[in-house]
């Protein structure tokens, strides 16, 4: 190292604690007396008497005539020897590598301790992989250890087999001194004697002349050189690469300890830990990183180690790299750290955000989202701010990129953290609608998981973000002091010729200059784009397919190609209209980019080529390289890991934007582009598909949830056929599309005011694809179609949503009043099946409009159908709770409720009304007089108030009352619950957690009974948490057996889709309002830290989760004592939380 900052201390002292403070690798070169003062190495006397008159002295003495199994006998003493604290001391430090001549196998031991693993090395070819870590330290034993062995790794025991030993083995380890230091890390030189050392001193000497000014620090007495290699030391001391210390390298580690508080876990370095708060480390298998990075990168402690400096030369060239050619997440962080990026103003934000959300993780009620306009600097952000989480070990962190982490293959290393007690920060770098990222934060914590999640949109509306702070802006304008940031980057890189402080759209600029200079896009992006479409033209009428013997050529000519066909065919050096191949290529790719999508290029040169080659063709790089060589005006990567699929995108969306603009001309067609496009994606089919994830991404951007909006409304009945085309011409099986094939046909209804004729027809189509889907997926063997559980949860609430457009439309065109009752009833089942299926508020929401616009425009219906309208959204508003309801949701349902309001008949069920309900065999009559009765349910809110249980009691009763003839009617199981549950706990049902549960056995039996009636109506069509509820008073009155199968059952249903799933929901109370205080036995353990707990007053068991008891470890046999038991979705559980809840 080239400076000395502490010049109060010794030079060595102040030099390594230098580079200890800097972190730089610190490498030992310990002679074979390091760690022992002259002649006091008990092993070596021992081993010179044993030898007798045949040794000379030191340990060049060993090199003679040796008796028989005498590497045995001295590994024998080596091990018996204790180590000397000098040699402790020693391995004591962070040590990057060792580089030794000792023999003494002792040394790998020694540097075990602490956690880390040394590697020992033994031969010099091959060198091991990794040639430095603080973890996982090698050890390189030039002239190998004593002890068995092969020939090779047993040290010398002649001279001639030392000098063989020096050109095969120890002359090639010692080369890579300087590499495994680095230029900015410290070689520590201990214990080496020239005189009686095996290894010479021109060798060590001629190592450490090329080592930097103050990179290397020799220890000890002032070595006894023989003249020239003195010259020659006394040189490079004089030069100040060598820096002396007369203490040895013990003594100085010594003191530097001692002046030192830092008792703090080191940081290995390592890519198998992970460091966590409170100096926790989880060391990662190769099997849990193969799953997790399935979906996510995991930033282990090696990202944040060492970082080796970088030549001017080389430096420039990544600087470059960094910006201009995409990377993978390590690059991208390797690049924030080296300083390759401005930090922008908003990040301070972000970050002191982000810790906050951390802290309270638990408080958190979706994911943060940081989000702007494309070239602002959001992917930098991201990574600046996974790195500072890192820095700090606040948390884990996992960072994702190309798609959203399928919860699945994260949970895993989510449950080790959590039992760490540690929190887990997931970073998307994806442009998703922040809904995206909230699906999958309550599709985590529905497993209990301690987890934060980052995520990245485009621009998000002032209207939407305001009054929330989890949404984080990042600007498009750069502040006075981001600009002068952005000059010194751009002048430290030779790029500021055109850089102007007093410019707000700097950073913009500041990207399009690389990786050379380019025209402003305002100026030359038109101009750019003809001439590459003239290029593309060109260069294609010159590339042929041509049927050559090779794996393409083969595939070429099976595929039926006639001769030597041209890519592009159709060469106009005029093409006004722009229909040219060459002009498609760019429509193509710029029709995507605008939307922030890459497209495979095979599907490019697929649709350009659709009517000159046959189905199921793919092309090669030489074809590709062909017809885009020299295009700077696209930007390339690869789909994947595996750099399957090629994909072609824009340099910024912004010029994508433009581009479309001058070109296109609008929406529809843009659309149309993106269309042709879809119809050639026959590829497309299993969702591991590049071509599958394009399409379906393409196709949600461009509907109302896309990051347009509604821009492409006029084509969603087009996308829709289209994907109707491949679904049924193609055999293109996807689940996801037909979703989406439903989803964009109903918005088209919605967005236009179609003739009665063209809306049936429309929703005919719709409703048929999503059936056809659902079919597809209940079946069995090689005829089911697989599809997520979030896409089957879909897929029911657009068949609710499809079926309700259905009922509603039947009512607007005034069909006859069967027609409407009918599709009704259709729509009603549809949404309770949806109800059964998503516990979610969006079903919930479709059986509020839905009846909305049934009883708004039916007006040929009579007043009892009206009625049972009424009383099924009396039923669905008693359901929804809206303090449990995301802010967005709230406002959507406060809508719903005021609408309502204006239909909805306040007047009283008359006598006759109800006598001629009862004889249609309807129940809604005894609902009604039952729904008068009961209180009004406040908005927020856990406790009932004294008139809300009078209330609730005379609704229970009457309904009690006429229990017979209204079993069969779920509204009125429902209501009866609510109200039986108020008078017996005085608290609303579901609301809020550890919840008193009825103390009376009667009313437990009671509800249960209720509860039974209620799911064998249709379980399928009830919520989980009636489920939840039935296996709560199951375990209290009924088989304890039968509950724990069916919570069982329920948790994996709930798994990743509940997010309160794992909230103590409920816990028993005694009579004295208090929780009640339980003992128990540990029977068993049922899981990794979960353990079975006899509960023997209750002769029940509950489980116990280990980390969230009172005391330290659990064993079988233990008394537990003090505690109360809740419940959640996962069954009964010991809880040392709910005193005094």
Not at 911 to 917: G, K, N, T
Request: proline share 5%; aromatic share 8%.
């Amino acid at each position: 190292m080239a400076e000395i900052l502490d010049l109060n201390v010794a030079p060595g002292e102040a030099l390594l604690r230098s580079g200890l403070s800097a972190g730089v690798p610190i490498v030992a070169f310990l002679g074979q007396r390091a760690g022992w003062p002259a002649d006091s190495d008990p092993v070596l006397s021992l081993a010179l008497a044993k030898l007798g008159g045949e040794a000379g002295e030191g340990w060049k003495g060993l090199l003679s005539r040796t008796p028989e199994h005498f590497d045995s006998w001295l590994e024998e003493r080596f091990a018996r020897r204790a180590p000397s604290s000098e040699q402790v001391a020693i391995a004591d430090l962070p040590i990057s590598a060792v580089f030794t001549s000792s023999i003494d196998p002792g040394w790998s031991n020694l540097f075990a301790a602490g956690g880390r693993e040394p590697e020992t090395i033994l031969i010099g070819d091959p060198l091991p992989p990794v040639m430095r870590s603080k973890r996982r330290p090698p050890v390189f034993f030039l002239f190998g250890r004593a002890g068995p062995g092969p020939l090779e790794t047993r040290p010398p025991n002649s001279p001639k087999a030392l000098v063989l030993r020096r050109l095969r083995h120890s002359g090639n380890m010692l080369r890579n001194l300087l590499e495994v230091a680095t230029p900015v890390g410290i070689i520590v030189v201990d214990g080496y004697d020239p005189v009686q050392d095996w290894l010479r001193a021109e060798e060590l000497l001629a190592v450490l002349g090329t080592a930097p000014s103050g990179g290397v620090l020799w220890c000890g007495t002032e070595p006894a050189f023989a003249e020239d290699d003195r010259d020659i030391f006394e040189q490079l001391v004089s030069d100040g690469i060598i820096i002396r210390d007369d203490r040895t390298f013990a003594q100085i580690a010594s003191e530097l300890r001692a002046g030192t508080e830092d008792a703090s876990t080191p940081n290995w370095d390592d890519p198998d830990l992970v460091t966590l708060p409170n100096s926790k480390q989880l060391v990662t298998s190769p099997r849990l990183r193969l799953t997790t990075q399935a979906s996510a990168l995991i930033l282990d402690d090696s990202i944040t180690g060492f970082l080796p400096p970088l030549q001017s030369e080389l430096a420039q060239s990544a600087f470059e790299s960094f910006h201009g050619i995409p990377s993978n997440v390590r690059a991208r962080l390797e690049g924030v750290r080296r300083g390759f990026a401005i930090d922008r103003d908003f990040e301070k934000q972000l970050q002191s955000r982000l810790k906050q959300a951390l802290r309270q993780h638990h408080r958190e009620s979706g994911a943060l989202i940081l989000h702007g306009q494309s070239g602002t600097g959001k992917s930098i952000a991201l990574a600046r701010a996974a790195l500072q989480v890192r820095l700090e070990n606040a948390a884990a962190v996992l960072f994702a990129t190309e798609r959203l982490p399928n919860a699945a293959d994260v949970s895993a290393f989510l449950a080790q953290i959590d039992q760490l007690e540690a929190t887990t920060l997931i970073v998307v770098d994806v442009h998703l609608a922040p809904t995206r990222f909230d699906e999958l934060l309550e599709a985590l914590r529905s497993r209990g998981h301690r987890v934060v999640i980052l995520g990245v949109s485009y621009r998000i509306e002032d209207q939407v973000t305001r009054g929330s702070d989890r949404y984080i802006e990042a600007p498009r304008r750069l502040e006075q002091g981001e600009q002068e940031k952005l000059v010194a980057l751009a002048a430290r890189y030779n790029l500021s010729n055109n850089l102007l402080t007093n410019e707000p759209y700097a950073l913009a600029r500041f990207y399009w200059q690389l990786p050379g200079s380019r025209r402003l896009l305002a100026q030359g992006l038109g101009k750019e784009a003809r001439a590459s479409q003239s290029l593309i033209a060109n260069q294609g009428a010159n590339t042929k397919v041509t049927r050559t013997v090779t794996a393409l050529g083969l595939a070429l000519m099976q595929a039926g190609y006639r001769g030597d066909i041209s890519v592009i065919e159709d060469v106009d050096p005029q093409d006004l209209d722009g229909a040219s191949s060459a002009a498609k290529v760019i429509d193509y790719i710029m029709a995507a980019a605008r939307l922030y999508k890459s497209v495979p290029v095979n599907l490019v040169l697929r649709a350009i080529l659709k009517d000159r080659v046959s189905e199921g063709t793919a092309f090669g790089i030489d074809l590709i390289h062909g017809v885009f060589k020299d295009q700077d005006l696209f930007r390339w990567h690869y789909g994947d890991e595996s750099g399957e699929e090629l994909l072609v995108g824009a340099r910024l969306q912004l010029e994508a934007e433009l581009i479309c603009n001058a070109r296109l001309g609008g929406p529809v067609e843009e659309a149309s582009r993106l269309i042709e496009l879809i119809s050639q994606s026959y590829r497309a089919g299993f969702e591991g598909n590049e071509e599958t994830k394009f399409v379906t991404d393409i196709v949600y951007a461009l509907g109302p949830d896309g990051p347009f909006g509604e821009r492409y409304k006029d084509s969603y009945e087009d996308i829709a056929r289209a994907l109707t085309a491949l679904r049924e011409k193609n055999g293109v099986l996807s689940a996801r599309l037909m979703l989406q094939e439903a989803t964009l046909r109903r918005h088209y209804i919605r967005t236009h005011d179609l003739e009665a004729a063209d809306k049936e027809l429309v929703l005919d189509e719709a409703s048929r694809a999503v059936d056809h889907a659902l079919t597809l997926i209940g079946q069995s063997g090689t005829q089911r179609l697989h599809a997520s559980r979030k896409t089957r949860e879909n897929l029911w609430v657009e068949r609710a949503a499809t079926y309700g457009y259905l009922a509603t439309d039947a009512a607007q065109r005034n069909a006859s009043a069967e027609e409407v009752w009918s599709s009704y009833c259709a729509a009603r089942e549809a949404g309770q099946m949806a109800s059964g299926r998503v516990d979610t508020y969006f079903p919930l929401d479709i059986a509020l409009w839905m009846p909305l616009g049934v009883l708004r425009n039916g007006t040929q219906l009579g007043e009892l159908e009206r009625r049972e309208i009424e009383a099924d959204i009396q039923a669905t508003l008693d359901t929804i709770d809206p303090s449990a309801l995301a802010p967005d949701q709230e406002e959507r349902f406060q809508k719903q409720r005021f609408n309502l309001g204006g239909v909805l008949d306040d007047q009283p069920l008359s006598d006759e009304a109800f006598r001629e309900l009862e004889r249609l065999g309807s129940t809604a009559g005894y609902y009604l007089r039952a729904r008068d009765l009961a209180p009004s349910k406040p908005e927020s809110g856990e406790i009932a108030e004294k008139f809300h249980v009078t209330a609730a009691e005379k609704a229970r009763n009457y309904l009690w009352t006429h229990f017979e003839k209204v079993r069969s009617d779920p509204r009125c199981l429902r209501l009866y619950l609510n109200c039986e549950w108020t008078v017996a706990t005085g608290r609303w049902l579901f609301r809020g957690t550890r919840q008193p549960l009825p103390t009376s056995e009667e009313t437990l039996r009671r509800l249960h009974l209720v509860v039974t009636d209620l799911l064998a109506l249709g379980e399928a069509q009830m919520q989980p948490r009636y489920r939840y509820l039935e296996c709560v008073l199951r375990w209290f009155t009924g088989s304890e057996a039968e509950a724990i199968a069916d919570w069982r059952r329920l948790a994996s249903d709930t798994e990743y889709v509940e997010r309160g799933r794992v909230l103590n929901r409920h816990t028993v109370y005694s009579e004295q309002g208090e929780p009640r205080i339980f003992s128990g036995i540990v029977e068993r353990q049922i899981g990794i830290g979960r353990w079975s707990v006899l509960v023997p007053s209750l002769r029940r068991h509950v489980d116990l989760v280990e980390g969230r008891s009172k005391g330290g470890n659990i064993a079988t046999g233990q008394i537990i004592n003090g505690f109360s038991i809740s419940f959640n979705y996962l069954g009964p559980i010991v809880d040392f939380g709910a005193e005094g809840a």
